[in-house]
T-cell receptor, first 112, second 112 residues
Framework: DAGVIQSPRHEVTEMGQEVTLRCKPI?????LFWYRQTMMRGLELLIY????????DSGMPEDRFSAKMPNASFSTLKIQPSEPRDSAVYFC??????????FGPGTRLTVT | AQSVTQLDSQVPVFEEAPVELRCNYS??????LFWYVQYPNQGLQLLLK??????LVKGINGFEAEFNKSQTSFHLRKPSVHISDTAEYFC??????????FGKGTLLTVNP
């Protein structure tokens, strides 16, 4: 299996622009997670889906952030408009059981 | 609510020395405990996990951890480290709902 796939690996954008991060979970996994990692706040769970349905989005910072999972093999995290404080590494993870999550390589986002 | 405290943000050691990375957690319910490793510019990889049963858990790359319920700790140990063990290590606590709460991480640097 190819593991969790994220694209792009790096994204540099200007403040105010829309940013879309993409994730393909491992086939057969029914849960998908979006995390954000920064030096200041560490690794934070933004949202997680189970069977394509958002279960908990309490970690989403504000209305500028939105996430979708239109099918079992694809998810997006969108930031509109982006701000410099959104600069971070964003990870997607997937799981088929409660005791293990598989992480993607991450997308490093820089907002100038 | 759950929380995780990793007591050391950085741990420098010499090659072939033993190492212990400390982790304390708090939770009002029964927990699952995890250690993940993150190599530079990569996603997180599961090292080991405690779900139930034996309190001494063995993981990959020669690491082990001991669950201590009375001290609410889950410290990670390796008897002899290698240069290749240089990475950031994250302790995490989870429950039955798929959500993981991560500590801030410990940067292990193995020097020759």
């Amino acid at each position: 299996d190819a593991g969790v796939i994220q694209s792009p690996r790096h994204e540099v954008t200007e403040m105010g622009q829309e940013v879309t991060l993409r994730c393909k979970p491992i086939s057969g996994h029914n849960s998908l997670f979006w995390y954000r990692q920064t030096m200041m706040r560490g690794l934070e769970l933004l949202i997680y889906f189970n069977n394509n349905v958002p279960i908990d989005d309490s970690g989403m910072p504000e209305d500028r952030f939105s996430a979708k999972m239109p099918n079992a093999s694809f998810s997006t995290l969108k930031i509109q408009p982006s701000e410099p404080r959104d600069s971070a590494v964003y990870f997607c993870a997937s799981s088929f059981r409660v005791d293990e999550q598989y992480f993607g390589p991450g997308t490093r986002l820089t907002v100038t | 609510a759950q929380s995780v405290t990793q007591l050391d943000s950085q741990v420098p050691v010499f090659e072939e020395a033993p190492v212990e990375l400390r982790c304390n957690y708090s939770s009002s319910v029964s927990v699952y405990l995890f250690w993940y490793v993150q190599y530079p510019n990569q996603g997180l990889q599961l090292l080991l996990k405690y779900l139930s049963g034996s309190t001494l858990v063995k993981g990959i790359n020669g690491f082990e951890a001991e669950f201590n319920k009375s001290q609410t700790s889950f410290h990670l140990r390796k008897p002899s480290v290698h240069i290749s063990d240089t990475a950031e290590y994250f302790c995490a606590v989870g429950g039955s709902n798929y959500k993981l709460t991560f500590g801030k991480g410990t940067l292990l640097t193995v020097n020759p």
